[in-house]
């Protein structure tokens, strides 16, 4: 093994290990939901709670907030960070972040087709009725894969320390905050929420992953031409 895909492969543990983390707690809680115990029993209960605290300010927030998890939004932003990241020939990184989307896309379509979860019900709704089924809620889960994955591509481009700091901390407020405006409206139970937050932290640490060792392995970057010691460089320069 080289030592750059050697450095490549430590390069990769740690999303790596993120990737594991997310998958396992998401498996955990997809089980609770099957059998409707451990978490998935006090969904009923969290719900109760989360409409209780129901106010006009609270409604107004919320319903901002959850936009900001819709599809045409994470649409929308997923083209323009592509785009942008194109344009200054980050192409590798806008690559990363159309797959990563397309990923958490295609397994929220899947993954509510396989569970089949209802949700909790039109009546305790907080807007217009959702027609697709409960688990893993999407807009949790598209929302961290797409606002994790821009950060990801993007911190590194930036170069003051505060302005990683400040990106990094929004992501994470606004990721949270999506999440639990959906159990605050009453879309999803407690339990989709978790598995949206912990699945999209998989996809996120896998696409790191494959993205740390595909830009680091020795196969992806062209080897430079040696000169042989023996051999002396041909001048291409004109004789005077």
């Not at 323009?80 to 200054?88: E, K, P």
């Not at 990801?152 to 990721?175: D, E, F, Q």
């Not at 040696?226 to 004789?239: G, L, N």
Request: proline share 5%; net charge positive.
């Amino acid at each position: 093994m080289s030592r750059r895909r050697s450095f490549a492969i430590r390069a990769a543990v740690r999303p790596g290990a993120l990737a594991a983390v997310g998958a396992a707690a998401f498996v955990a809680l997809l089980v609770t939901v099957e059998r409707g115990t451990g978490l998935a029993s006090l969904d009923p209960q969290v719900t109760r709670r989360a409409v209780g605290l129901r106010a006009p300010l609270l409604d107004a927030v919320a319903q901002v907030v959850t936009f900001f998890g819709s599809e045409s939004w994470l649409a929308a932003v997923t083209v323009i960070a592509a785009g942008i990241l194109f344009i200054r020939a980050e192409r590798f990184r806008a690559a990363v972040v159309i797959v990563s989307m397309a990923a958490s896309a295609a397994s929220t379509v899947v993954i509510k087709l396989v569970v089949n979860r209802p949700r909790p019900g039109a009546l305790i709704e907080l807007g217009a009725p959702e027609a697709s089924f409960s688990f893993p809620s999407g807009h949790t889960l598209n929302s961290t894969v797409c606002y994790g994955i821009v950060a990801l591509m993007v911190l590194p481009l930036l170069k003051s320390r505060g302005a990683r700091i400040t990106m990094g901390a929004a992501v994470g407020i606004l990721i949270i905050a999506v999440g639990s405006s959906r159990l605050y409206l009453g879309y999803h139970w407690a339990t989709d929420v978790l598995a949206g937050w912990t699945l999209g932290l998989g996809i996120l640490g896998l696409a790191i992953t494959a993205a740390t060792v595909w830009m680091r392995s020795s196969w992806t970057r062209p080897s430079r031409p040696r000169i042989s010691p023996d051999r002396p460089s041909v001048s291409t320069r004109p004789d005077s």
